[in-house]
Nanobody, 125 residues
Framework: QVQLIESGGGLVQAGGSLRLSCAFS????????MAWFRQAPGKEREFVAGINWSGSRTDYGDSLKGRFTLSRDNAKNTVYLQMNSLKPEDTGIYYC??????????????????WGQGTQVTVST
């Protein structure tokens, strides 16, 4: 059974940076596309970034490209989300997700088969 464990969340001031990690186990990591979603209180879970199985392609949510960078290390079974120039509106619970690598990276949460428990990111003014 695939398991995803997120880490790296916390409290940061606006303009600061955080790096989230997602450790994958229970399957062949290179056989999965990976993604991050986030959910703010009272809002829908939204797509943040996705990466294909090899790391050769990435996709980002609106207005996030340039501030956020998604990467993966298939030797370490880990995906990383580097978040820079953080804003208060980036506050939320960040979830790692995985889907079997058929087709393209998907921005829809229903396309993902496995989810982590989430890690809280809070950006203060």
């Amino acid at each position: 059974q695939v398991q995803l464990i997120e880490s790296g969340g916390g409290l940061v001031q606006a303009g600061g940076s955080l790096r989230l990690s997602c450790a994958f186990s229970g399957g062949i990591f290179s056989g999965y596309h990976m993604a991050w979603f986030r959910q703010a209180p009272g809002k829908e879970r939204e797509f943040v970034a996705g990466i294909n199985w090899s790391g050769s392609r990435t996709d980002y949510g609106d207005s996030l490209k340039g501030r956020f960078t998604l990467s993966r290390d298939n030797a370490k079974n880990t995906v990383y989300l580097q978040m820079n120039s953080l804003k208060p509106e980036d506050t939320g619970i960040y979830y790692c997700a995985a889907r079997i690598s058929t087709g393209r990276i998907s921005t829809g949460r229903l396309a993902y088969d496995y989810w982590g428990q989430g890690t809280q990111v809070t950006v203060s003014t």
